[in-house]
């Protein structure tokens, strides 16, 4: 029987890992790891049931086995669409640098549009957009590139202080959900590197990520391709999930984290200069204020 990242093609595999997840959201995870074991047993390549498998067996405590059948995952399903990678960082098995794979944002938001703005909004109080619209100088603004535009929520809130707007995302959907909206000049699928790239020399005013950068290890590339397409006037505004450490680096939640100091020193290497750096909450988390950072950057 053929498988694929949704189905395993086997009914009855199927069902013991649709159990599996249940018991493992209960947080039965000794009971999870027996099911998704069963699931394998049936379906022995299935990469959602390995993964699953790992997910148990890290919660048990067993990052050995969970880093094997992350490995595992990861050979089976190479574009990642399920997140081996960015487990793997977590485990400490691979560099947070590029964990988190294009194919696994695409897929995290392609499942996710028809209800980010109220999952979003209504449930983890996600503020990004305001918090970076209320640290916008008075005035108004040419062009503004808002990069991983999501449904256009930062679009929203800024689009009454620009001039032109345009977006870029990994996710269709979320594109097509901003394109619905009617806000944006341009919208473009791509990644942030790639859109930035298509940008004249200092073209933009404004270069805006609202929460962006959560999925985005080594920011150095979008730095320097920011510092491109700005104009030498302009600002470059965004929010990032902080990190006590040194560096960056992925969390519990499969997220990155940047340190304060990394982003100061990756910012002033691209030609930035930081004219503001301060403590902020974007968004809550079991319903506690996740901590984050807003900078403000300007051309040096």
């Given at each position: 029987?053929?498988a694929?990242l949704?189905?395993s093609?086997?009914?009855?595999?199927?069902?013991?890992?649709?159990?599996?997840?249940?018991?493992?959201?209960?947080?039965?995870?000794e009971?999870?790891?027996?099911?998704f074991?069963q699931?394998?047993?049936?379906v022995?390549?299935w990469?959602?049931?390995i993964l699953?498998?790992?997910?148990?067996?890290?919660?048990?405590?067993?990052g050995?086995?969970?880093r094997?059948?992350?490995?595992?995952?990861?050979?089976?399903?190479?574009?990642?669409?399920?997140g081996?990678?960015?487990r793997?960082?977590?485990?400490g098995?691979?560099?947070?640098?590029h964990?988190?794979?294009d194919?696994?944002v695409?897929g995290?938001?392609?499942?996710?549009a028809?209800?980010?703005?109220?999952?979003?909004?209504?449930?983890?109080g996600?503020r990004?957009?305001?918090?970076?619209?209320?640290?916008?100088?008075?005035?108004?603004?040419?062009?503004?590139?808002?990069?991983?535009?999501?449904?256009?929520?930062m679009?929203?809130?800024?689009?009454?202080?620009?001039a032109?707007?345009a977006?870029?995302?990994?996710?269709p959907?979320?594109?097509?959900?901003?394109?619905?909206?009617?806000?944006?000049?341009?919208?473009?699928?791509?990644?942030?590197?790639s859109?930035?790239?298509g940008?004249?020399?200092?073209?933009?005013?404004l270069?805006?990520?609202?929460?962006?950068?959560v999925?985005?290890?080594?920011?150095r590339?979008v730095?320097?391709?920011?510092?491109?397409?700005?104009?030498?006037?302009?600002?470059?505004?965004?929010?990032?999930?902080?990190?006590?450490?040194?560096?960056f680096?992925?969390?519990?939640?499969?997220?990155?984290?940047?340190s304060?100091?990394?982003?100061?020193?990756?910012?002033?290497?691209?030609?930035?200069r930081?004219?503001?750096?301060e403590a902020?909450?974007?968004?809550?988390?079991?319903?506690r204020?996740?901590p984050?950072?807003?900078?403000?950057?300007?051309?040096?």
């Amino acid at each position: 029987m053929s498988a694929s990242l949704r189905t395993s093609g086997d009914l009855l595999a199927d069902r013991r890992y649709a159990y599996g997840a249940a018991m493992a959201k209960d947080g039965d995870h000794e009971a999870a790891a027996d099911l998704f074991e069963q699931t394998l047993e049936i379906v022995p390549d299935w990469a959602p049931a390995i993964l699953a498998l790992g997910d148990a067996r890290a919660a048990l405590g067993d990052g050995e086995t969970a880093r094997t059948l992350f490995e595992r995952s990861l050979s089976l399903d190479p574009v990642d669409v399920l997140g081996a990678g960015p487990r793997l960082a977590r485990l400490g098995a691979i560099a947070p640098d590029h964990a988190l794979s294009d194919g696994y944002v695409r897929g995290l938001f392609e499942d996710y549009a028809d209800r980010f703005d109220s999952h979003l909004v209504g449930s983890l109080g996600y503020r990004a957009p305001d918090l970076i619209l209320d640290a916008l100088p008075p005035g108004d603004f040419g062009l503004a590139l808002d990069l991983g535009c999501g449904t256009g929520l930062m679009g929203n809130a800024v689009r009454s202080r620009v001039a032109a707007l345009a977006g870029c995302d990994l996710s269709p959907a979320m594109v097509e959900k901003a394109r619905e909206k009617d806000l944006y000049d341009r919208l473009v699928v791509a990644d942030l590197v790639s859109f930035l790239a298509g940008e004249a020399d200092g073209s933009a005013d404004l270069v805006l990520a609202a929460d962006v950068f959560v999925y985005v290890g080594d920011l150095r590339p979008v730095f320097a391709a920011a510092r491109r397409a700005i104009a030498p006037a302009g600002l470059f505004l965004f929010t990032v999930q902080a990190h006590q450490g040194e560096g960056f680096a992925v969390g519990d939640d499969l997220r990155t984290a940047h340190s304060e100091v990394w982003l100061r020193n990756a910012a002033v290497a691209a030609g930035f200069r930081v004219e503001r750096c301060e403590a902020v909450s974007a968004r809550l988390d079991a319903g506690r204020p996740v901590p984050g950072l807003l900078l403000v950057l300007r051309p040096a």
